[in-house]
């Protein structure tokens, strides 16, 4: 199939860069977004998120001319829905147990339902957004179809998932193989003539259910062997056994690779995305519930280490070191900091926070200073939160002249126990259950 001109809805980190980058090779896009302060942002040419080489990729493809971008979606040979696909949050009303998600998709039915007056015969749909089992078949086909067009005889439709590393997404966009999953053998070949004009990794074919579930099996499989790991933690803790030394001897063996433990899972992928399985079979995804579960209580695991090291929290004055979701990054999208740091304070806890990767970071009910000097001066307890590498490179001689705190808490294994312990710390790490502790 033959492409001239494409609509992308949604202009997120996923959806600019598959626009711009489509645009930069040749094809006239319009870039759809409901929010219009990233229309008139984009539109002046300047940008709303933060991806490296985004801002030269986007101003390039704006000024040839190819890319537009609108409020509404235009007629075009293909439409690609890029929008969120969170859970509901208890602030939505929609559901307030905690040990049970719902995915929202609200934002994926109105981007479909905006295309419906611009579909015509020959058209192809594609689907990036992170979905549930059968989305593609069940929600996407019976709004489609109210064009008074039908799925496969007058339309294409599939789903491609998006598997780019923040961080790398421009070089990951063309170079990791891209999975296309189309309703029928002709949708899947259309998908596949459209990447190709760009993708250079191998274009795997297979149907839109199970491209849907490759996708959230990926980000189980992360999710469910960091669950293992917390748990781990947890047990070495009660049996005495450094967690971090257990695995660094298990990992030996050639065929086991124990991830690393940690405050708990955050991010909008892997925190979010088996949900959409304990959602879609709550029957069958008793492990993956499970993981979920273990992960989401590992901030209060957390909480009981702090509690072990100082006593009572009330009154303490804590200095929490990382906001990311993970190590050497800006995001802080569901951060297990977050609810870390909110556990303490509702324990009375005086909590200063310090991102190195975000110091002007605005978070509801976080105090966060920006500069490392700052969050320690008046701290009685230094808690890492995560796993940055400055944080690891950190002097422990040089931060004890910069704080009264003698107490560390370590939950993602950043400190070098016999350097703190050297420099007049007292250690206490998330998952050692041995020697002073
Ligand atoms: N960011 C990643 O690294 C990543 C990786 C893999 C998969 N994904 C998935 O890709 C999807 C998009 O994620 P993102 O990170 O780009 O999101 P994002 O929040 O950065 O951007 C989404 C954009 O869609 C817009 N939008 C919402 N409803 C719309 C509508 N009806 N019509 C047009 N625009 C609309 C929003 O205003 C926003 O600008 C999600 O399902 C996500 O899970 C993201």
């Known amino acids: 199939m033959n492409f001239t001109k494409i609509c992308v809805l949604g202009l997120g980190y996923i ?7 489509f645009a930069t090779h040749g094809l006239h896009v319009v870039g759809v977004d409901i929010n219009p302060n990233v229309v008139s942002t984009l539109q002046n040419g300047e940008l709303h998120i933060y991806e490296p080489g985004l801002r030269t990729l986007v101003q390039a493809a704006l000024k040839s001319g190819n890319l537009e971008i609108c409020t509404q979606p235009e ?25 049970y998600r719902l995915a929202d998709m609200r934002a994926v ?41 039908k799925a496969g005889a007058d339309f294409h439709l599939c789903y491609s998932p998006e598997r ?29 003539d459209l990447y190709a004009i760009f993708v250079r990794g191998e274009i795997v074919i297979t149907d839109a259910t199970t491209a849907e579930m490759v996708k959230l099996m990926e980000n189980t499989y992360r999710d469910v062997n960091i669950a293992i790991a917390n ?3 947890r047990l070495a803790d009660r049996f005495g056994v450094d967690v971090w030394e ?12 124990i991830l690393r433990p940690g405050p708990g899972v955050g991010g909008h992928c892997i925190s979010v995305d088996p949900w959409f399985f304990v959602e879609a079979a709550p029957d069958l995804a008793r492990l993956i519930h499970t993981a979920r579960q273990v992960n989401d209580a590992q901030p209060h695991f957390v909480i009981s280490l702090v509690e072990r090291a100082v006593g009572a929290l009330a009154g303490h004055h804590v200095a929490a070191l990382g906001l990311a979701f993970k190590p050497d990054v800006d995001d802080l999208r569901e951060s297990p900091a977050t609810e870390i740091i909110h556990e303490l304070q509702n ?25 490392l000097e700052g969050a ?17 490179q950190l002097d422990p001689v040089k931060v004890a002249a910069l704080t009264p705190a003698r107490i560390v808490v370590d939950t993602v294994s950043v400190c070098d126990p016999a350097a703190w312990e050297a420099a007049g710390f007292r250690l206490f790490r998330l998952g050692v259950g041995k020697s002073n502790q």
């Open 347 to 371: 324990a009375g806890a005086h909590v200063k926070a310090y991102e190195p990767f975000k110091p002007d970071a605005d978070l509801p009910g976080v105090t966060a200073i920006p500069t």
């Open 15 to 21: 959806g600019l860069p598959t626009a711009s980058t």
């Open 75 to 99: 007629p075009a040979d293909a439409f690609i829905i890029a929008v969120p696909t969170p859970f509901f949050s208890d602030r939505d009303g929609i559901h307030d147990d905690e040990a």
């Open 231 to 233: 748990e781990f933690a």
């Open 164 to 192: 780019v590393l923040p961080g790398q997404i421009l070089r990951e966009l063309i170079e990791n193989a891209r999975v296309i999953g189309g309703i029928d053998r002709p949708s899947s070949e259309a998908g596949r």
């Open 376 to 392: 320690l001066s008046e701290s009685d307890v230094l808690l890492f939160l995560v796993g940055h590498t400055n944080f690891k």
């Open 109 to 149: 039915t109105s981007a479909t339902e905006a295309i419906v007056p611009h579909l015509r015969k020959g058209s192809l749909v594609i689907l990036e957004s992170t979905s549930p089992p059968r989305t593609t078949v069940d929600l996407l086909i019976p709004i489609l179809e109210k064009s008074g067009l």
């Open 246 to 257: 257990a695995i660094g001897i298990a990992n030996r063996h050639p065929r086991v690779k």
